[in-house]
């Protein structure tokens, strides 16, 4: 066996649910989960339409390049989403979910031969990130995204060594957990760091697209790339997913885009990794990419749910309006764990402890003391959820 697999931790999912099955829920109270970050609003029709009218392309073999009609309506979606200077058909490729693809990618990029190759992540991060970084030969590093720094990273205050044996940087922004966006100023400070230290630059933007109705959208690595006129994206590169957009985490579609010389690798690991994305989900993911109103619609849900929660929580809880995504990072009265045991226990709501999402680095633990609540409920439900919440920290 492959030794590294022993270094892989428990999916915080596991350790939620055994901490769960430690206690009965009341069980006159109908379960809500605000746990699990897969999206519940209806998948858009001409999607699904898509899907079904070409469901007979099952009998053909896809590419790992793709289909030109989807790698032009990704860079296109880039393209206009991002104002950039047409991105090539060299600088995007599609990845069934950005899942795999930040894993595979990893596996690609990382020099193993290297005296102590690192992948720097923020801390809390998407598990992903860290397995990835383990199964390359690499070592995680992590950066604790705190409250004083709008919960980014302070980059300044890494080590200079630290930089040199970077060989790949995660960035996730808008961040899940905590829904904070990277600014212009701070991707530009990146970039010139990738260049004098030599590494990449990945950033994981799946939600992107899911942000308070009528404020500005989330800047992007390669719109700062752009600004700076690198229209190559050199050590740049970007995830994006319909799966939050768009509401199909079970479509299995996303891509990534950027520099051509990383990407051009990138394809030829997974030619060989064997994960062409299957003909049907390549032309209903044209369909997505190619509408704007569902998003829109999905993202005015969204809205709706943040507006109504907050109203509820705030009161008696310190948690804030996120720059974007679908999560709120709320801090908790009691230890997180605790809080997320007893909230089940009492009220059937379930929430995911914060330090499940985080490594204790230095004896300190960024998640500690906070919970992730995702907003994919309806909007009764998650007013619902709020509304036990509420009732449950009065008796605390
Ligand atoms: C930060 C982040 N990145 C990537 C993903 C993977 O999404 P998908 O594989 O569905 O594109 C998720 C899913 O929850 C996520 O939260």
Redesign the pocket.
């Known amino acids: 066996m492959n030794p590294d697999l022993k270094l892989l931790q428990p999916y915080p999912f596991e350790k939620l649910n055994q901490l769960k099955a430690a206690v009965t829920p009341n069980p006159e109270l109908e379960h809500i989960a605000l746990s699990i970050?897969e999206p519940k609003h209806p998948a858009p029709d001409l999607v699904q339409q898509a899907l079904v009218n070409n469901i007979g392309r099952i009998e053909n073999y896809p590419t790992t390049k793709g289909m030109p009609e989807l790698n032009q309506a990704m860079a296109d979606w880039a393209t206009q989403r991002f104002d950039l200077n047409a991105l090539t058909t060299e600088q995007v490729l599609p990845v069934n979910?950005?899942?795999e693809a930040?894993f595979a990618f990893t596996q690609t990029v990382v020099d193993r031969s290297q005296a102590r190759p690192l992948v720097v992540s923020p801390n809390p991060f998407?598990q992903i990130y860290e397995g990835a970084a383990y199964l390359a030969g690499a070592q995680p590093h992590f950066l604790p995204c705190l409250e004083e720094h709008g919960f980014i990273p302070d980059f300044s205050s890494v080590a200079e060594d630290v930089w040199r044996d970077c060989q790949l940087l995660f960035l996730?922004s808008p961040g899940?957990p905590t829904g904070a966006v990277l600014s212009l100023q701070q991707l530009q400070q990146l970039i010139e760091l990738a260049d004098k230290f030599d590494f990449i630059v990945a950033s994981?933007e799946?939600y992107s697209e899911i942000y308070i109705d009528g404020q500005a959208a989330p800047i992007g690595l390669l719109e700062a790339c752009a600004r700076l006129g690198r229209d190559d994206y050199r050590r740049c590169v970007v995830f994006h997913?319909l799966?939050k957009r768009s509401n199909l985490?079970g479509l299995r579609s996303?891509f990534i885009a950027g520099d051509a010389d990383i990407l051009k690798a990138f394809l030829l690991y997974r030619t060989y990794h064997g994960c062409a994305m299957p003909l049907q989900t390549q032309l209903a993911s044209i369909a997505a990419w190619g509408d704007e109103h569902h998003v829109q619609e999905n993202r005015s849900q969204y809205t709706q749910k943040f507006r109504a929660v907050l109203e509820i929580l705030q009161p008696v809880m310190d948690v804030k309006q996120s720059d974007a995504s679908f999560y709120l990072w709320a801090k908790t009265p009691i230890d997180d764990e605790t809080f997320a045991q007893r909230l089940f226990a009492e009220q059937h709501v379930t929430v995911l402890p914060g330090s499940y999402l985080s490594r204790t680095i230095d004896g300190v633990n960024p998640g500690a003391n906070r919970v992730r609540m995702a907003l994919v409920a309806s909007v009764d439900e998650c007013v619902e959820a709020a509304q036990r919440i509420r009732q449950f920290i009065s008796t605390l």
């Open positions: 970050g979910g950005t899942r930040i998407y996730c899940n994981d799946c997913s799966s985490p996303g």
